[in-house]
């Protein structure tokens, strides 16, 4: 089982129509995923971001799946450029030490295969952690 987060924070200037469209599509754009096992999306407390989204995939197969997914691109195109700071990683109950290699290899396949993906990405807000 793979959880899949991200934990964010809006730029200053997002409005409260900005920020509601994104997070629609956070929860939708999850569950119209086949490959999707949940979702999770909700405001944090006693962290230094404000907003986290949690999804569930079976395998590195439904997270192939899940990336690739007209749902997931939209999101993206409209949740990057909204993020002034965020952080992305996965948990897993896979044993393999490298289990993290094979999802980063995924993410840069998509890039890969995505070149507009990886201008919206880079124009985003700052990684932090």
Do not use: C
Request: proline share 6%; glycine share 6%.
């Amino acid at each position: 089982m793979i959880h899949h987060v991200i934990r964010f924070t809006v730029k200053p200037d997002v409005t409260e129509k900005q920020l509601d469209e994104l997070l629609t599509s956070l929860r939708e754009h999850a569950q119209e995923v086949p490959a999707v096992g949940s979702v999770f999306v909700g405001r944090e407390h006693g962290g230094d971001y404000t907003w986290s989204a949690t999804v569930t995939l079976a395998d590195l197969d439904a997270y192939w799946a899940y990336l690739t997914h007209p749902a997931h691109l939209r999101t993206d195109h409209l949740g990057w450029p909204l993020l002034e700071t965020f952080a992305m990683f996965d948990v897993v109950d896979d044993p393999d030490p490298e289990f993290g290699s094979k999802i980063a290899a995924l993410h840069q396949r998509r890039l890969d295969e995505n070149p507009a993906l990886t201008d919206v990405i880079s124009d985003a807000g700052r990684p932090n952690g």
